[in-house]
Structures are given as structure tokens and as C-alpha cells.
């Protein structure tokens, strides 16, 4: 089966950059698509095909994939971007794979 | 609105059966994938089951294979999950979704519902 690797937690302070990687075997071959979750709420799409934002997700997010890492991209943080993130990819033979789970803390 | 309403959630003893509805309004429902997911209480997201938008293709994780089946209603525009042989492991928030994207292996899940607690215990 098809693993996805997030670190469980990242820091940053308001106004700084939050890189949140998925790391996965050949994931640069892979289209990765990245979900934001607030405590309590469903599940938010960010980022689809490495790169895209949905309509509504501001520019601040953005998203990159190579060789054995995918990253997304948090610019100038709000508070509000306090939440856990999953990156998620489809695999032919373990179908839809999500990431363990990033918890971004603003300090 | 744009929306999925799940129902059907609730405290079952293990062994038990539940089925879990997802109520779609404001998009044409039969023109979508439609998927099942689940999250343990304080832990990640997990896929359970697909379902193609005509209701012939469907695919389930191998944690529930056997005893979980997916189906849908399009005239309805509801989406189902029929839990039989119900575990402890089981109990989750259980989340239907949208898919999009271009082909398979670029699908995303692009409209999520607010989800439905399932409580598996003696």
C-alpha cells in the first residue's frame, strides 16, 4: 500500500512562511491534493493538482511537488490558518491515501 | 446551497448494523462521484468507499470490505453506506464527499459534508 509521511506538527509566527511536506514514494508522479481542518468542521480543499487553488482560497497558499516530496505553501500566516492540514493522493492499488496529518500551530 | 447533509449516525453495540444517508442539494448530484470517508476520534482521515455516478463502479478500503456496502439514490440525490458487523474500530465522524478532477488519479474531494458520528461500544 501507498504511504504518505507529514510531519505531526509545525510552528510558525504570524507573518512567516509554513512549509508543511508529504513525503511518499515517487509522489512527484502523483497528483497531490491538500485539505485544511478546523477543530470541529469537515474538511476544507486548499490546494488540488499540486498547485491549484480552489475558488476562495486565498493566494497565500500555493503548492509544489518533486521527486519524494510534496510541500504546501502557507505565506504571511493568520491566526486563522491555525489547523491541521492532510495532504492526499490516489494510488491504483490503495485508491484514495491521505497523509497522516500536519497540526500547524501560529504561535 | 451547495451541500451534503449526512444522517444516520448513533451508538450501536458491536456486531450491529447502521446505515448512514448523505442528503445532496444545490448541484446535479447524478453527474458526480460520490465517496465515503471517516476519522477516528483524534486521528486522520481514512477513506472507506467510492461510488461512480451511475452506481456501477464501486470500490471499498479493505478495512471495511465485506461489511460495509456503498450505494445512491440519484433520483433521490442521496448517497448511502449500509454497516453491517460493526466494530470498536469502526467508530468515527463519517464524512461523504464530492469527487472532481480531470480523470482517475487526479480526483479530489472538492465538496464535503459536515459528517455523522458513529459510536461503536457495549
Known amino acids: 500500500s501507498y504511504v504518505l509521511t507529514q510531519p505531526p506538527s509545525v510552528s510558525v509566527a504570524p507573518g512567516q512562511t509554513a512549509r508543511i511536506t508529504c513525503g511518499g514514494n515517487n509522489i512527484g508522479s502523483k497528483s497531490v491534493h491538500w485539505y485544511q481542518q478546523k477543530p470541529g468542521q469537515a474538511p476544507v480543499l486548499v490546494v488540488y493538482?499540486?498547485?491549484d487553488r480552489p475558488s476562495g482560497i486565498p493566494e497565500r497558499f500555493s503548492g509544489s511537488n518533486s521527486g519524494n516530496t510534496a510541500t504546501l505553501t502557507i505565506s504571511r500566516v493568520e491566526a486563522g490558518d491555525e489547523a491541521d492540514y492532510y495532504c492526499?493522493?490516489?494510488?491504483?492499488?490503495?485508491?484514495?491515501?491521505f497523509g497522516g496529518g500536519t497540526k500547524l500551530t501560529v504561535l | 446551497q451547495v451541500q451534503l447533509v449526512e444522517s444516520g449516525g448513533g451508538l450501536v453495540k458491536p456486531g450491529g448494523s447502521l446505515r448512514l444517508s448523505c442528503a445532496a442539494s444545490g448541484f446535479t448530484f447524478s453527474d458526480y462521484y460520490m465517496s465515503w470517508i471517516r476519522q477516528a476520534p483524534g486521528k486522520g482521515l481514512e477513506w472507506v468507499s467510492y461510488i461512480s455516478s451511475s452506481g456501477s463502479t464501486i470500490y471499498y478500503a479493505d478495512s471495511v470490505k465485506g461489511r460495509f456496502t456503498i450505494s445512491r439514490d440519484n433520483a433521490k440525490n442521496s448517497l448511502y453506506l449500509q454497516m453491517n458487523s460493526l466494530r470498536a474500530e469502526d467508530t468515527a465522524v463519517y464524512y461523504c464527499?464530492?469527487?472532481?478532477?480531470?480523470?482517475?488519479?487526479?480526483?479530489?474531494?472538492?465538496?464535503w459534508g459536515r459528517g455523522t458520528l458513529v459510536t461503536v461500544s457495549s
Open positions: 493538482d499540486d498547485s
Open positions: 464527499a464530492r469527487l472532481s478532477g480531470q480523470q482517475l488519479g487526479y480526483w479530489y474531494f472538492d465538496l
Open positions: 492526499q493522493v490516489w494510488d491504483s492499488s490503495s485508491f484514495w491515501v
